[in-house]
């Protein structure tokens, strides 16, 4: 029954989009000047701001320090505004822990972490407001403000969300999709290599689609990957016009 709510019989979704449809993404970087790098990113009604500072001097305590290589640290928290449920949402609860553990090790795979031994990058990541696709929409608006900061990485890493209803991959769910029954996977993707930088199933599936719903997540990392170019690029000229004034 959730199937044929989320799914057409024509092929459209409950937001009138295609199977393989995006969300519109619409991007700004640069947002706060307090910080090394930060961006704003808005993926449907998703909207995340991103702020990066370093590398830096390792904070607390010395023994954290790697030698060869700097420690990345993430934090995810997410607005008390951002759902119809109005409850705070202590930075320590489990899943907010989980979700930062997840972007550092995205952000491990990503960055070039070894030019900075010894030293140590915080990425902030907060949900201003959820409509699906959390952990997705913090790592293309941290990549933004990585950039935005200037840390060399190998690759964007862009992530998507994707679902299966009905025989159909459906790519970067709302949150009426995710929490409609749908069997779904968050991937992380360096574009121009394939690599992929982190894997995440929050539910049961069937391994005769696992090979389908990682292509569908690609080409939907990679369609993202195009906007986040497109963002950067803008800003560069921006930047440019800005400096010769």
Known sequence: MAGLELLSDQGYRLDGRKATEL???????????????????????TKALAVVYGPHEIRGSRSRALHDRAVINCQYSMATFSTAERKRRPHGDRKSTEMSLHLK????????????????????????????????????????????????????????????????PLADLCYAEESGGVSSLALALLPRGGQIALVQMDARLHQDHLETLIEAAMTACKSVSKVLDEVVRQHLQEASVLSTE
Do not use: H, W
């Not at 969300?23 to 009604?45: C, H, P, T």
């Not at 907060?126 to 959390?134: A, E, F, T, V, Y």
């Not at 913090?138 to 025989?167: H, K, S």
């Open 23 to 45: 969300r519109k993404v619409q991007a700004r970087m640069g947002v706060f000047a307090q910080a090394d790098g930060s961006a704003y990113l808005e993926q449907g009604n």
């Open 105 to 168: 090790q995205t952000f491990e795979a990503a960055v070039l972490t070894q030019l900075f031994p010894r030293s140590q990058i915080d990425i902030y990541v907060k949900i201003l407001q959820s409509d699906g696709g959390n952990y997705s929409v913090c790592v293309n608006a941290a990549t933004l403000a990585v950039i935005d900061a200037g840390i060399p990485m190998r690759d964007y890493v862009c992530a998507c969300t994707v679902g299966f209803v009905d025989e159909t």
